[in-house]
């Protein structure tokens, strides 16, 4: 299993950034995913998740302003981020887990949990006032 994040950079604040998580070895129709993030010092946050069926959660502070989309056909998670703020500026990671949420309370659990069996290695993003 490979999942390789890329897509980062800078931005000024109140910009976008598109985040892309390619993902190899594994059947991607079989799997939910996510984005997470950890900024220096802090502890790793949950930003979305996405089920097989393309079922989306949000955490509290992300929605409005990130979409979490996939293409199957592609095996690519994406994230799209706009009206970025600097404290948005994170190291950003996808995950994979085998199967379904099943419920949107189960996905909340699994976007506060971090519960997920496989991670990239995460894109640098860095947003500046």
């Known amino acids: 299993v490979q999942l390789v994040e890329s897509g980062g950079g800078s931005a000024q604040a109140g910009g976008s950034l598109t985040l892309s998580c390619s993902a190899s070895?594994?059947?991607?129709?079989?799997?939910?995913m996510g984005w997470f993030r950890q900024a220096p010092g802090k502890e790793r946050e949950g930003v979305a998740t996405i089920d097989s069926d393309g079922t989306r959660s949000y955490a509290e502070s992300m929605k409005g302003r990130f979409t979490i989309f996939q293409d199957d056909a592609k095996n690519t998670l994406y994230l799209q981020m706009n009206s970025l703020k600097p404290e948005d500026s994170a190291m950003y990671s996808c995950a994979a887990n085998y199967g379904t949420f099943s419920t949107s309370a189960r996905a909340s659990k699994f976007l506060s949990s971090g519960a997920f069996q496989y991670w990239g290695r995460g894109t640098q993003v860095t947003v500046s006032s």
């Open positions: 070895g594994f059947t991607y129709s079989s799997y939910c």
